[in-house]
């Protein structure tokens, strides 16, 4: 496995001209209580994601396991959500590579192909526009 020094590395909320990221090692509940999370989106997670889920999920976790027979999947579909990974390459050295994905196509592949792979979630990336345009 992987050794992480410092886990508030990867809890974190930014945003440029487009679009917002979030850590992957964010809980929804960090993401209710974290002020340069958008409203909106805090809105969206105590509406619709984090209502049937515990409120300590990390995204990393829930993102995972996320499949298109989950409503939440529907959301994060409508925010046109996509996922930063950390691939581990094998070879003479290994390492990893990282990679976007969108929720679709992080979805269609099985927990157990994930493991196999060395797939780690990083980020989620959320369209500001898309955001913009999602109904409550």
């Known amino acids: 496995m992987y050794n992480i020094v410092n886990e508030d ?3 974190y909320t930014m945003q440029d001209v487009s679009r917002y990221y979030l850590g992957a090692r964010l809980s929804y ?3 209710l209580a974290d002020e340069m999370a958008p409203f909106k989106f805090k809105t969206i997670v105590e ?3 984090a209502k049937d889920i515990d409120a300590n999920t990390t995204l990393e976790s829930h993102l995972y396991h996320l499949s298109e027979e989950d409503f939440e999947w529907r959301v994060y579909k ?3 959500a996509k996922i930063r990974i950390s691939q581990l390459k094998k070879g003479s050295a290994d390492h990893y590579r990282e990679k976007v994905y969108t929720i679709e196509q992080l979805s269609a592949i099985s927990p157990e192909e994930k493991e196999s792979r060395g797939l780690i979630v990083r980020e989620l990336i959320i369209s500001k526009l898309a955001l ?5």
């Open 9 to 11: 590395d990867f809890k």
């Open 29 to 31: 509940k960090e993401i």
């Open 47 to 49: 509406r619709y994601i």
């Open 78 to 80: 409508q925010l046109k």
């Open 132 to 136: 913009l345009a999602f109904s409550l």
